[in-house]
């Protein structure tokens, strides 16, 4: 290039900052190309970052190519500067768009890139030709620019619809409305044409319905933007900013405000805890902030015609709803903290709110909650096979910064399912001695945000690597579920440069790793196809990019400093496969045909791990995991356990397993449940360390323990055992496992039976202080140190942040089978040692004594089950819960709703064709032994009560003139679960199904 045309190029960039600085758009010409002012300002910025890496030789990447999912995207050893690197990056642009569309358009490029390559191997890399090649440089970056915005993947849209909201903010934060400021829905076009132009979709528009009727939405904050699948309506989040931040007053439970008392949004309605029910919230305790004070705070869904038109408000009230997303039955998927749960660990004090993923009809009716997990769940969508995915906190006795990753469920949520990084390594720090384990979160993603599927693939998606405790900006990425997952990587591939991913130590800030490179930070990736995308890069120059995978990003919208997300291209999109709904909720709870959810496993032996030899499973039990209320402080207030920011748990009860492997049992429904397998003994062999949950009606069914979904399943000669008859009640377990306190699970055996001889042989564990503390006896201090003398006897998992998810014994990732609960503590070796147990055969301590601790061990030997009323739980006293508990049926299986084959059940008793009693007699239980049926018209009655497989346990015939027949059920044995009373009398027979306890 000649020395003139430099001058003019260098005149044209002083002029350009000039416009800039004044707010003025304006164009250059380089190369012959017109190319817009914001463009040339990247490609400078561009050129020194570029020229920098590759002079110094820092952007050469330190990870095998095969980690990217296009070799260019790196820097080569032969890149000796920034010209190169865009060459070669430009010329791979071309090589795959040519074979997308052949075309004289897309060939006219190859002889441009022919002479800029010709042109450049002229120049040498001497500092005095450093100018000329930094002028082909941008020249190239012209033609590259041309070049993708001739890609045919964006021939179908001229308009891309995208959100402007308020600053970066932590993720676990990002759904307050009040911490946001602004923003609004826009509309970016001419972006092909170099004249890119921005309106407000919402400038003319005004509420249709609800509270906010008349109104338009000025002011507030907004967050989010989904378009529907004919390109036709917007859904996004607005919050009114009304109203400052409340706090929360345990005393009367009301929230106050010392400035807006009298603030019109704040309404005493508002105020009142209405619905958490006698004696379920805590009645003392410190003041606290309450950020989920008013409808004018929060963030409510609206949708709205691609046109402006039509504004209608979707949800209204003092909760946050956000992030939704249209699923293919027309319905709306979006996240919302209404459930009531709370974060365990809060920002500046603030008390934190989880979001869950919920679903709602498209007029805003029908909210029903599709998920139950206790901890938060992020950015929803819907990938090509219909399904729902998302990111969740997977925190359930783990380090709370090991599994933020992708996970998928049916549009109704059924089948939760982690595809990946969920269990990094170590899997197990049972036999370290120091801190020395391998971090295995450094090999994969931190986090997985933004998560949306690759148009025309069925395991193929983008989405941000990000951090835990920071905002959801990060790394671009490809996760292909269709390969193996190794606990690393092998599912991850960048798309972005960089060598490392964005990631979190303990005292340093992220990005920690010395030289880590993790490229530009990106949010809300819209794919285009595997090699294209659209997204909004957060560093600087932030705006609207489109990306390939070769390295290449073009600036659509330079966004001047404003935060900007969500962009989506403005056009009908192919309507994804519609999946059944089976769940019964909402408008379909208790149809005809919502039958008792129920669970089914069909060989618990076929598993992704090794089971230890000999090992026979007896028993499943299942264990709810309790969330944190919003109202708890932070963390370990009030002290639930030695596992760091631990959670409360209730035993619901057990179920057998046959020999063949097969379980069937009645389902807990409506809350978060793992699941032990359970020997000959009553102990633990393995356990869960995530959860999961059945809906109304479901009816869940799993191949094996964790089965190895690689591994084909061998075809079954005959029906598993367990499907063969009716599904099994759950077995209770003792007293005080439900919920599961120390107070009256544990302590009870250890002062009647074990204390006295301790303190006598002076032997570990010294329950002397135990056994002499009197002080404040009312607020349970002695069963309070009785439970703090166990804790290098007992066996828990470590739930604490940062690295102690490598610490000694208590950290780990998963379960090792074998090495759990009782089998792996120390007193659970010393109790199940012959000295122990020869004590037990002179009748020092019961077979049940034993059971209450390998119970307590095997459920993390955790001392409290709800997160307040500590010193009434140490008391011995029963606190309930305050979320997805009902004191009334506490198992949560659905009893009054018939069982799936009790229609087959009826048919064996000869009963449905039969004619009914004209005159039903009258059956009810009295109290739970006693059943009486009531002969209204004279005549014999033959009675009889049969279980759910048919089989009768009783028989009684009634004498013509007696009126009331008693069934004593404290002398037949029976477990809890449906009945079925059959009454005859001459030819008429009636029946009917009963819950006996």
Known sequence: MCSSNRLRIKASLILLSCLALSGISATVTIGGIEVPDFAVRKWESEYQELQG???????????????????????????????EVVLRRTEALYNNLSRMQSSKAISSFGDRLSYLRQKASGVGLSKTAASARKDIFMEACAVRRQLALSNPLLDDFNEILYANHGPGILIQSLHYGFLHNGGGLRILSGFKEGNPQTRDLLQNSVVQNGRLQGQTLEGGAFYGAELSYDGQTVLFAWCEKKGNAVYLDPQSMSIKHPHFADDEHYTSEEFTITDAGPGRYPPDGEQRIFVRATQGQSFHIFKVNIDGSNLIQLTDGRHNDYDPCWLPNGRIAFVSDRRGAGVRCHVNNMVQFCGTLYSMKDDGNDIIPLSYHETSEVYPSVDNNGKIVYTRWDYVDRDFNVAHHIWTC?????????????????????????????????????SEFFIRAIPGTHSKYV????????????????????????????????????DCFPNETPGSAPNFIDNCNTGPSYVAPWPLSEDYYIAVRRSDPGGIYLIDKFGNEELLLNCDGEKTA???????????????????????????????????????YEADFDWPANTTIKELRIIQIIPKPWFCPIQNEPFMGWSHGGIGRMVL?????????????????????????????????????????????EQLSCMGCHEDKWKAIPPLSTPPAAFQRAPSPLTPEVEG??????????????????????????????F??????????????????????????????????????????????????????TRESQLGKTLLGANHQQRMQDGRFTEEDLHRIILWLDCNSMELAANYDADKQRRGEVVWPYLDVDPDNPTGVEYDRPLPGEAVILSKLDMTASPVIQASPGIRLVNKNLLRIENKTPGTLFVSLHDCTGRK????????????????????????????????RGNDIFAESIMLH
């Open 768 to 821: 002397t202080q135990s056994l002499e503390e009197t002080e404040s006896p009312e607020k349970g201090d002695a069963v309070g140190t009785l439970y703090n003398s166990l804790k290098d006897y007992a066996f828990y998992f470590h739930a604490a942040e940062w690295n102690d998810g490598l610490g000694k014994t208590h950290g780990g990732y998963r379960t090792i089978a074998g090495r759990f609960g």
């Open 463 to 498: 989405a941000c690597a990000s951090t835990h405790h920071g905002n959801s900006s990060g790394s671009l990425v490809l996760i292909n579920t269709a390969i193996k997952d190794d606990y690393k990587d092998a599912q991850v591939q960048r798309i972005s440069p960089g």
């Open 53 to 83: 890496q590759a002079v110094s030789g820092l952007g050469k990447s330190r990870v095998d190519r095969h980690k990217y999912l296009d070799q260019h995207v790196t820097l080569w050893d032969t890149d000796r500067d920034a010209l």
């Open 410 to 446: 049916n549009p109704d949520g059924t089948d939760p399912r982690a595809p990946h990084g969920n269990y990094p390594y170590p899997h197990s720090t049972l036999d370290q001695t120091e801190k020395v384990a391998h971090d295995g979160r450094f090999d994969r993603p931190w």
């Open 566 to 604: 969500f962009p989506v291209p403005i056009r009908s999109r192919e309507k994804l496969p519609v999946i059944s709904t089976k769940t019964w909720q909402g408008e379909r709870r208790n149809a005809d045909d919502h039958k008792r959810a129920t669970v089914s496993v069909v060989n618990v």
């Open 653 to 697: 009860g057990t179920a057998p397993v046959e020999e063949d492997g097969s379980a069937y049992f009645e389902a807990p429904v409506e809350r978060e449940f793992y699941i032990q397998a359970i020997d000959e003994k009553g102990m633990a062999v393995q356990s869960m360390r995530s959860g999961t949950y059945v809906h109304p009606g």
């Open 737 to 766: 496992s439900l919920p599961l306190t120390f107070a009256r699970l544990v302590a009870p055996v250890l002062k009647n039976k074990c204390m006295g001889c301790h303190v006598e042989k002076n032997v570990t564990p010294d």
């Open 953 to 984: 346990l009783c028989g009684v015939a009634a004498d013509p003139n007696r009126r009331i027949v008693d069934i004593d059920l404290a002398t037949i044995r029976h477990a809890s679960g449906v009945y079925v009373v059959r009454v005859k």
